[in-house]
């Protein structure tokens, strides 16, 4: 059987809020499309394009501003690149001009209201986020493909695979966390060196190690730049910011430099039960805030789960001293494999499965490689991702008016909170007299999404969204 290969960077991926499978995944879809085109040959004789969005895509899709990346994406911008600064110009201009600059090279004609459109009422059979692409051409033929957005940013063509990766020999082939144990206890390697042997089949080592400081560069940066911005999210909600007035609170208005300078000083303000508590929900509301406000954040291993890891990595780093380059490719790389073993085993879309593939996952990763990091044995850490998922299991997506603010933000400084806990638990524990595997929570949280009501998969038709009343603007 063949076994599905997923890197450190597939499972962390660079780009922009708020959500990974409705902003990110639709942003990729469209760039795959444009790309098609262009080894089609057709690309200079576009003159129209046509895109429909199904299911949870539709029903979602303005709140998460699917609309907004797949119009970025077929102009030829980034997510990993792009200005977040420069979106909103960048949408105005083409809805104003009724244009838009295919792959950034044609114009085509391109009216928003007639070319873009929300199929609430329709959904595709292989999964609830689906978008179809169709170009029509000069010479009257057109060319149709429909993607899918499969959670976490992967994208998966209709009648093909995710996103191609060179297949490689891996030395540790891993399905299940079953073999992820064995390969760990046959070799004595920790989590992160089986992670870090198999990273070597694809680069070599100093570029993965690059790469995933680079990973922790944008993190650390999202997290001081959402601890020190204020005001409002968009989208009509009228969500106060409350990370940076938290962090006011706890540490006064210094203008702090840089983030080197901020972390010494939140070591000053001590490390009592209450004042870590504080400041983990701090680290995780400005992730999960700036995400909403169409920041730059790395999926972990999705948008709306953004902070959990995050916050957690910088509990390591100010109250356990783990601010090293070494403790930090220890923890990214431990936490990828967990969340591979979540999307081989089960999902990462909140469309299919609930909150529980988004915050679940994301707390089971960020526990395991706490405990790693904290000298936890390879079955101790496997132990604390098992009791972060298990005490998220039939977490609902119910997000208020489709936004990924109400509960969602809130639910990353729980997530974050239960992987710190779950961790200490392990550590505490025998994993010996464990009753319940990793592999087990697996497959229990994939029963539990096949058997969960579909107004509560991330279609805003059910939960908080029904009951809270609200009043959002036009789009």
Known sequence: MKREQISVFDIF??????????????WRAAQQFVKVLQ????????????????????????????????????????PVTFDVSAIDDKIAGIKTANKLMLGG????????????????????????NAVTFQAFLS???????????????????????????????????????????????????????VVMENELAWQPEQDVRNGILNIFRVMRECIYRGCHTTGYLPGGLNVARRAASLNR????????????????????TGNTFKNTLDWVSCFALAVNEENASFGRVVTAPTNGAAGVVPAVLQYLIVFCDGFSDEKIIQFISTASEVGSIF??????????????????????MAAAALTECLGGSQRQVLMAAEIAMEHHLGLTC??????????????????????????????????????????????????TALDMNSKYKETSDGGLAINIPISLPEC
């Open 13 to 26: 991926k660079i780009g922009i809020g708020p959500s990974s499978s409705h902003t990110l995944g639709p």
């Open 39 to 78: 080894q089609q040959g057709v690309l200079p004789m576009v003159t129209g394009i046509k895109i429909l969005l199904y299911g949870s895509l539709a029903k979602t899709g303005k709140g998460h501003g699917t609309d907004i990346a797949i119009l970025l994406g077929l102009s030829g911008d980034d």
């Open 105 to 128: 090279i044609h114009e085509i004609s391109f009216y928003e209201p007639e070319d873009l459109l929300f199929l609430y009422n329709d959904q595709l059979p292989f999964h609830p």
């Open 139 to 193: 010479n009257d033929r057109a060319v149709s493909d429909t993607y899918y957005s499969i959670g976490g940013g992967f994208v998966v063509k209709e009648g093909g695979e995710a996103q191609a990766k060179t297949e490689v020999d891996l030395p540790f082939p891993i399905e299940h966390a079953g073999d992820l144990l064995h390969w760990c206890l046959k070799t004595g390697l920790k989590i992160s060196e």
């Open 249 to 268: 609170r706890l540490i006064g208005n210094h203008p702090y430099q840089n983030y080197e300078e901020w972390v010494a000083a939140i070591r000053e």
């Open 343 to 364: 999307k081989k085993g089960a999902t990462l879309s909140a469309a299919m499965g609930g909150c529980q593939a988004e915050i679940g996952v994301s707390s089971a």
């Open 398 to 447: 119910d997000p208020i008016g489709g936004l990924v603010q109400v509960p969602c933000i809130e639910r990353n400084t729980m997530g974050a909170i239960k992987a710190i806990t779950a961790s200490q638990l392990a550590l505490q524990t025998n994993p010996d007299n464990a009753k319940v595997s990793l592999d087990a929570v697996v497959k229990t949280m994939w029963q």
